[in-house]
Each structure stands twice: as structure tokens, then as C-alpha cells.
């Protein structure tokens, strides 16, 4: 079974230009996260999604993040534009859906966002 | 949600078992405790999860006492490739989504 992809792997931009991830889930999962992780920190959650509706985007810093998950599959993160504090690894997980499979996420390799 | 306190950093050699404690002192009712553990360069990979008493599974066992106010995460006979950051969460998400802390960075040695 494929797992969760992600693209690109490593990305370098400067300041102020726009840059978008796209994450394909494992296929019949349901729910979709998006995080951001910092270096010597844990994820911290972006949005997440049930099938194609953005059910938790507290966290999403709204004035440059944006975020879509067409047909309930794939999702595409993006900023626009970036700063030099958006570097950090950008993580898509899938889950299958259900109360305590939530607690078991299917995790990508991340996207290494470099901004400078 | 829940905050959970873990060591920052843990030590120790091939072959011995390797024990890592995560506090959560206001565990909810519907709470379950779950243990990732992450390589570098990878995303977080799920190792274990238990609600109460001990869960054990081909990786690791889970330990939980009567009162769920920590946990203990049991790594048996380590080995080289078991050094990663493990991170302990509590919740349950519904609608609501875990949270990761910064972690336990275990470092086997030879």
C-alpha cells in the first residue's frame, strides 16, 4: 500500500514569493492534516480536513495560508507570500476517519521549506 | 487538551530496555495516550496507543497506571536504529486535533 506523498521534497524560495505543497493521502482516508514543524519541535497542526471540509484551521495563519482539499483527496497548501519565518518542514498526514483511528495518523516525508 | 511533560533527552546502550515516562496530569475521560516516534528527515510514524492498564504490540509496550496520570512507553532490548525523537499525545480528537510537545530525543550507543 502507497503511503502518504508528498512534493516537492525540499523547496527554496525568497521572501515575499508565493510557494504551494501538495500532499496525496493514502487512498479511502478520509481525514487530512496538514502541520508545520520547526526545528527541535513537534508538529503543530495547520488544518485539518474531513473528506473535502476544513474542520479545524485555528491555527492557519489565514492572511498568507491557504489551504484546499478538491473532490476530498488530494490537498494543496499554500502560501502567499512567504516570510523568513515560514521556513520549517511542512507535514501531510492522512488518517482513515473515525473517533479513535484519529489518534493513528499516516504520515509524508515532509516538504523542507527554506525561505530566504 | 491535555499537556504532557516528557523528558527532553534520554541516553542508553544496545540491548538494554529502554523505559521513557510522559506525565499528563488533567487526562480527560475519553483520552487515549499515543506514542510516535520520528526519524530524522521523516514524518512522525505511529508506535502505539492504549487507553488504560498495558497495551503491548511487536514495537513496544505501553504502560498505564489505574489513575492514567502518566504513562510509560517501553522499548525492549534497543537497538542503533531506535534512536529518534518519541513523542507522547493525549486526546481524543473527534473534532479537536492532538498535540504534539517537543518530545523525547532517545540516543542508543553502541
Known amino acids: 500500500e502507497a503511503g502518504v506523498v508528498q512534493s516537492p521534497r525540499y523547496k527554496i524560495i525568497e521572501k515575499k514569493q508565493p510557494v504551494a505543497f501538495w500532499c496525496n493521502p493514502i487512498?479511502?482516508?478520509?481525514?487530512l492534516y496538514w502541520y508545520r514543524q520547526n526545528l527541535g519541535q513537534g508538529p503543530e497542526l495547520l488544518i485539518r480536513?474531513?473528506?473535502?471540509?476544513?474542520?479545524?484551521d485555528s491555527q492557519l495563519p489565514k492572511d498568507r495560508f491557504s489551504a484546499e482539499r478538491l473532490k476530498g483527496v488530494d490537498s494543496t497548501l499554500k502560501i502567499q507570500p512567504a516570510e523568513l519565518g515560514d521556513s520549517a518542514v511542512y507535514l501531510c498526514?492522512?488518517?482513515?476517519?473515525?473517533?479513535?483511528?484519529?489518534?493513528?495518523?499516516?504520515f509524508g516525508p515532509g516538504t523542507r521549506l527554506t525561505v530566504l | 487538551l491535555a499537556k504532557t511533560t516528557q523528558p527532553i533527552s534520554m541516553d542508553s546502550y544496545e540491548g538494554q530496555e529502554v523505559n521513557i515516562t510522559c506525565s499528563h496530569n488533567?487526562?480527560?475521560?475519553?483520552?487515549?495516550i499515543t506514542w510516535y516516534q520520528q526519524f530524522p528527515s521523516q514524518g512522525p510514524r505511529f508506535i502505539i496507543q492504549?487507553?488504560?492498564t498495558k497495551v503491548t504490540n511487536e514495537v513496544a509496550s505501553l504502560f498505564i497506571p489505574a489513575d492514567r496520570k502518566s504513562s510509560t512507553l517501553s522499548l525492549p532490548r534497543v537497538s542503533l536504529s531506535d534512536t529518534a525523537v518519541y513523542y507522547c499525545?493525549?486526546?481524543?480528537?473527534?473534532?479537536?486535533?492532538?498535540?504534539f510537545g517537543s518530545g523525547t530525543r532517545l540516543q542508543v550507543q553502541p
Open positions: 498526514a492522512s488518517s482513515p476517519g473515525g473517533a479513535i483511528s484519529y489518534n493513528e495518523q499516516f
Open positions: 488533567n487526562i480527560a475521560t475519553n483520552d487515549y
Open positions: 480536513y474531513e473528506n473535502e471540509e476544513a474542520v479545524d
Open positions: 487512498s479511502g482516508h478520509n481525514t
Open positions: 492504549g487507553y488504560k
Open positions: 499525545l493525549v486526546g481524543f480528537t473527534g473534532r479537536r486535533a492532538l498535540t
